[in-house]
């Protein structure tokens, strides 16, 4: 289907919104429902026949004087606002090139570049790029974590407000949380540029900045990041990190003022069950915990 013209269709009252929708349950037409909200609030002046023919027939037959007629200002104000509208939707239907792909909590998902290369976007993430434009300047927005796999070709550069990378085509998984930047290479060379200086990586090496402090570390063998198997793994991770990455798996808000979060950790949590993975983190860390609802506290042994 064409969606230009079923979206004309939808102007001559052909197809309902609806329809268009159930075509295309990928793309945002919310500016369409607003433009079909004000042009609801426009009515066609109502005309008495019966009236009209009398004083037409009543009419002499001479030359008028040309009346001026007052333009109501309400009328004024609707007929902008449908212009505004249009105007907008129009932006939003024909010119605007941006893609974006967003996960909420305990949530991936899949998807092909146009070039197709592929992206796992972790959970609590968000990535955009202008697909109209991708051809000729293969670059994205990041706001989270992803694994990319990317096909050779030209340059392809990922931003995050941490630092940006570049490849020309291999696999690679790049986090950026707040205070917190890791890129790992599985495959290729990778290129990474941020405040600290410019590295290029390769397969089994790590770039980690945390709270602005480049973080050296050992050389890993993985094939692919352990959260793609629904698990997180931490190699001397600040607790406080890896607190965030348990509220971005599961739905709740962890409170550990009572903890030291800078404290060290190193394994891994699962994906699937929230108590062993409240347990994974606090019993190597000789912590304890209490679930109250959505909300869990973090405790030393002492203290309970």
Same mark, same amino acid.
């Given at each position: ?31 369409? %429902? ?8 426009? %009515?066609?002046?109502?005309? *008495? ?86 051809? $000729? ?5 990041? *706001? ?9 070709? %030209? ?8 630092? #940006? ?27 990474? #540029? ?31 990041? #352990?959260?793609?198997?629904? %698990? ?12 965030? $990455? ?26 699937? *069950? ?22 869990? $506290?973090?405790?030393?042994? $002492?203290?309970?």
């Amino acid at each position: 289907m064409n969606k230009e013209n079923d979206i004309l269709k939808w102007f001559e009252g052909e197809i309902s919104l609806e329809d268009i929708k159930k075509s295309y349950p990928n793309e945002d037409f919310s500016s369409l %429902e607003k433009l079909g909200f004000y042009s609801k609030q426009l %009515e066609a002046p109502k005309v *008495d026949a019966q009236k009209a023919l009398a004083e037409f027939k009543s009419r002499k037959l001479r030359k008028q004087e040309p009346k001026v007629i007052p333009l109501n200002f309400q009328t004024f104000l609707k007929i902008a606002a449908v212009l505004v509208v249009m105007l907008t939707s129009s932006y939003f239907l024909f010119f605007n090139n941006t893609k974006s792909f967003e996960t909420q909590i305990a949530q991936t998902e899949t998807f092909n570049l146009p070039d197709n290369s592929e992206v796992i976007l972790n959970a609590q993430s968000k990535l955009s790029f202008n697909k109209k434009e991708w051809k $000729e300047n293969r670059t994205l927005e990041l *706001d989270g974590e992803a694994f990319f796999k990317v096909t050779k070709g %030209e340059k392809f550069t990922v931003h995050t407000d941490a630092g #940006s990378i570049q490849v020309l085509g291999t696999q690679f998984n790049v986090k950026e949380r707040e205070n917190y930047f890791e890129v790992k290479c599985y495959e290729g060379s990778v290129s990474v #540029s941020s405040n600290q200086g410019k590295v290029v990586l390769k397969p089994g090496k790590t770039f980690r900045v945390v709270n602005g402090e480049i973080i050296p570390l050992k050389d890993f063998n993985a094939k692919n990041p #352990s959260w793609l198997a629904k %698990e997180s793994s931490f190699d001397n991770v600040p607790l406080w990190q890896v607190i965030n $990455e348990l509220e971005a798996q599961y739905d709740i808000l962890i409170n550990a003022e009572n903890v030291n979060t800078s404290e060290l950790f190193s394994g891994s949590f699962t994906h699937t *069950d929230k108590n062993i993975a409240l347990q994974s983190v606090t019993i190597p860390l000789k912590l304890s915990y209490k679930i109250n609802g959505k909300k869990v $506290e973090f405790y030393n042994y $002492e203290s309970n």
